[in-house]
């Protein structure tokens, strides 16, 4: 063999080993991309899920606090009856059917609203 196809070979050889080199490289670049990418989704993930785990525990407050406003409606709606079996004028008696009217509006309200923020729970518990 004479120095021209040794130094051939040699040249061969050598662009080999450096495209190698940068094909390891170029993968280990795109490879660390990705892990990028991943830990930045998980994170946007943790986020939401604390976000929604906030959101279900307000939700939970909110429906104890309108079952105890409608406890309290009940207590006055049973007062108000009580009270006008024992009126016997008549006014007096319209005035408190007017009030047990309203109340029972507002405990309807009230538990429509509570139903909805049951859905609301059942989805946020999924």
């Known amino acids: 063999m004479n120095i021209k196809n040794i130094s051939k070979i ?11 080199g940068c094909t ?5 670049d795109a490879q660390h991309k990705r892990q990028e990418i991943i830990n930045a ?6 986020d939401k899920k604390i ?10 407050a909110e429906l104890a606090d309108l079952k105890a ?10 007062k108000i009856k009580a009270r006008s079996q024992s009126t016997n004028k008549e006014k ?13 509006k507002q405990k309807a309200s009230l538990e429509k609203e509570i139903a909805e923020k049951q859905k609301l729970i059942e989805v946020y518990s999924y």
């Open 69 to 78: 406003e409608v406890s309290g409606l009940d207590r006055e709606m049973a």
């Open 41 to 46: 989704n998980l994170g946007i993930e943790q």
């Open 51 to 60: 976000q929604n785990e906030n959101e279900y525990k307000e939700l939970q």
């Open 92 to 104: 007096a008696q319209q005035e408190l059917n007017q009030q047990l009217a309203m109340l029972k």
């Open 10 to 20: 040699l040249l061969i050889t050598s662009v080999l080993f450096v495209m190698s």
């Open 24 to 28: 390891y490289h170029k993968a280990m």
